[in-house]
């Protein structure tokens, strides 16, 4: 005969209950940890979220201002007044025979010769002129044994505007370098999330 | 009932003073992590129970932590917070019941299944045997038995009356005994 006192409350005894709950102890709920609540786990969302666009921006920000560098350069006028024409026009134009540029197998000389319209900024005593042919200058005579090539007047006129490209170019970069590594800092994230 | 219409119509009938798991549960809106860790130690087992009711050992532990993931996502929508005990049994049921729809149809094994006459065959046996049994027993049967909860700790847990929780109680265990073959002489 069953207790259903002790099915209900435990009072009293039932051998046959009692072998029941002793066999299906194994079964029984052990304690566990209990799950990680999702608001534990909102950090970690937001933070992996704000890293990405801002590094994107960056870099097409940096694209940006490198292309329009590059299209400004290319796009000046040859014939404009610059800051560097009081120096290129103060350069005595004198004629090199060719035989002295290593790499170049000539004879002939090269003329140089400058606008018409610099002569007006600045007025420098120049050598005479000497009447000189055509130069045909053959590129690829260059010769890689002497790689270090005197430069004329004007290629040093062209290299120096390059090199001040590169470097306002360069230090752009920096900046923009700068400002995506301040974004990316970890604690800058979290304090701006909180 | 008629009475309590009437009072309730007029809006004088005595609201249910909170329960303790209504306190809990009011904290854990406000954030409260600690007592989401008090409110699982107290509903553990009983959900614990149901699923096991119903799937097999091996995926109870990560059905339980799905039950408590989905009711902590939807503690808002509670309406009334002295029937979480229901509502949360009521969760772990459609989960438990969702879980052994899409799983493949698979036969739980004892661990020393070699040996015969052993405990955990006797154990496997018998959760066998109870749950096969209609849903209406088999929850109080292993909250009962497996989990050593009482009747009055079920009716409370779960939210439901005294009354049925004993009589299912007593029904259950005729059936298990009948179907284990305890007492027939």
Known sequence: MMNDEYLWNKSGSDTEIEELENALKAYRYQEMIEPCTPMRAVSFAEKRSSSIWPFGFALAFASAVVFSLSAVWFLLPAGAPTLTDAAVSSVPIQSLPLADVPGIESTTAIEISRPETRREFVKTRQAPRTKTSPVRVVAKTFSKKHPQVQ????????????????????????????????????????ERYR | MTTDLFLFARGEREVSPARPEALLVERICQGDDEAFSEFYRMFAPMVHGIVLARVSRNDVDDIIQEVFISAYKNFDSLRDKNAVGGWLAMIARNRATEFFRQSKPTEELAEDVGRTGSSHARAHEILSAIRTCPDAYREPLVMRLVEGMTGPEIAERTGLTPESVRVNLHRGMKLLREKLGIGVK
């Open chain 1, 151 to 190: 430069l004329t007047a004007e290629e040093k006129y062209a290299y120096d505007q390059l090199m001040l490209a590169l470097s306002i170019t360069s230090s752009k970069l920096k900046i923009v370098k700068d400002t995506v590594g301040q974004i990316d800092k970890p604690d800058t994230a979290i």
